[in-house]
Structure formats: C-alpha cells, structure tokens
C-alpha cells in the first residue's frame, strides 16, 4: 500500500537577485516586474503556484524590491479611478494580481546563493513539505508541471526536482543529474547532482530547471553546508547529500518536462519568450502574427 505523505500548501519564491544580465532597465526596477506582453513575469509564477494548489507563497526578496510586494497589494486609489471611469476590464486586472493568493515576504539581506535564499524559508514553512519556483523560469500553464511533481512527491515522500533535457554542450549552464529508469516514463531517481560541469564531465544531459518540491529535511542540510560554486550555497550541494542517502530524508525524484518552458533570465530568450505568448494571445495574437510574417518577409 502506497504511503500518503502531508499536503503541501506552501510555496517558496526566492527573488533576491540583483539582475545584473538587464542592466540599465533593472537599475530601479526589479528584474521580476520586467513585463511579459502585458504582465510582470513574477504574476506568471505566482499563478502557476495557485494553480498547483499552492495559495501561501513567500517571496524571497532584498533591497530595492518593494515594487514586488506593492504588486500584489491593493492600489485603491488606480481602483477608484477605474471604478469612476467604468473600466470594468482593467479594474479586474488590477485586482487579479492582489487577490490570487496569501503574500509573505521575508528579506534575505546578504545574498549567498539560492540554498541561502531557500533557508531564509525555513521558519515560515516549518516541517511540511514545499514548492520552490524560480522567477527566471516560466512554464506554460497548459503543461502542468508544478502539479505532476506535487502528485510525486505526496505518493513517493522526499524531493522532487524539475529536469529537461538540453543540448550537452549547453549542460555547464544547468546543476545536472544522474539518474535511474523508474516505471514511470517521465519520473526518475536521482543518484547524484553536480553543478554546472564541464560537458565532458557531466553524468547526463538532464539539466535541473527552475521547480523543486523538497522534504523539510533539506533545511538541515542546507545549515550544514559550506559554500560552493561561486562561493555561494547552493541547493543543488544539499539535494545531492538527499539523493546519496535516502535516510536523510526520503529519495529524490526528477520530474523529465518536456513541455513549454519560457526562460526569462536571458535576454535572448526574454525576447523569444514575449514573442511566443504574444503570438499565442487571442486578443493580441492573429494581428501581430500578421505583423510578424511582413516583418520577417521584408527585412530578413
């Protein structure tokens, strides 16, 4: 019989980071509220949260952050004024953003990597399981994935981490994994991580991308480790420790997504991903796509 495992409720967003990679856009604003078409990315993760069933969400955040928490906060004066104006269709919007779910925020102060963003966590979420979600990642809504590793993770206890296969030559981008056939075409075993190898060096071409469900055990682990690559602490050090010794705190699985993923984190991909959702959109998409095609007719 199949052991059930606690619901998970709560979802962690660690949002700290500097985004160098788009300055001078993200000189004043933070990387998270650069829009994608007509929505900040960081609403895209939120929603994807909340569709999982995750309704508590903790953003990690840092200085010069603030415009994060006002987004989802009621702006009552722009709600009156649509309100006065009979825009009925913004107003909802508007609102959309501060009603999808319970907003917490802690600061992580000193920033030393995404382990150290991931234990600033540790007190809110307590000893339940939970999500993390990386901002620089966005994953179509019509590819489940939070949801598909939520389901793991309650049936098989432990930690489970989103992989996706990418061309070997770009794996010393990724933390990378070395893994076992399970009878489930898209879920494995995790024997071993390494972060950011040298190609020829790398266990396979399954790259760890921007979702974990972990065990609170991870917490521990993570108090325990000393700085790694970049001289940072990273989370990918503290799943290997649970990968390598199921007693630590229950197995860790991966999740192989072969969905629509939109990596905002690079300023090439950023572009490509607006132009993808744009296209897709039944209100902006057939009259841009028009435009698209003349475009790329008549200047490439």
Not at 4 to 13: D, E, Q, T
Not at 47 to 65: F, P
Not at 115 to 139: E, M, S, W
Not at 286 to 300: D, I
Request: charge should be negative; include cysteine.
């Amino acid at each position: 019989m199949t052991k059930s495992h606690p619901r998970i409720s709560k979802a962690v967003i660690p949002a700290a980071g500097l985004g160098t990679r788009f300055l001078p856009a993200t000189k004043a604003t933070p990387k998270e509220m650069l829009p994608v078409v007509d929505k900040p990315a960081i609403q895209y993760v939120v929603e994807e949260a909340v569709s999982a069933g995750l309704s508590d969400v903790l953003m990690i955040t840092g200085r010069n952050k603030r415009p994060l928490e006002d987004h989802f906060d009621r702006n009552y004066e722009l709600e009156s004024a649509l309100t006065r104006k009979g825009d009925a269709e913004r107003l909802a919007k508007v609102q959309e953003s501060s009603d999808l779910a319970t907003m917490h925020y802690v600061r992580q102060g000193d920033p030393r990597g995404l382990g150290h963003a991931v234990l600033c966590a540790a007190p809110h979420v307590g000893d339940q399981p939970f999500a993390v979600l990386l901002g620089d990642d966005l994953i179509d809504p019509r590819d489940p994935l939070l949801a598909r590793m939520v389901d793991i993770q309650e049936r098989e206890g432990g930690s489970v981490i989103a992989l996706m296969e990418v061309d070997p030559a770009q794996i010393h981008q990724y933390g990378c994994a070395a893994v076992e056939a399970t009878g489930e075409s898209d879920v494995v075993r995790v024997t071993k991580l390494v972060e950011k190898p040298e190609p020829s060096e790398a266990p396979s071409n399954l790259a760890i991308i921007g979702r974990y469900v972990l065990d609170p055990a991870v917490f521990e682990i993570l108090r325990q480790t000393e700085p790694g690559r970049g001289n940072e602490i990273q989370l990918t050090d503290a799943l290997e420790k649970l990968a390598e010794d199921e007693k630590l705190g229950g197995p860790v699985h991966g999740v192989v997504f072969k969905g629509r993923r939109y990596d905002t984190g690079d300023r090439g991909d950023y572009l490509r991903a607006i132009v993808r959702l744009a296209c897709e959109r039944e209100d902006l998409g057939p009259e841009f796509r028009t435009w698209l095609r003349s475009y790329v007719t008549e200047e490439m």
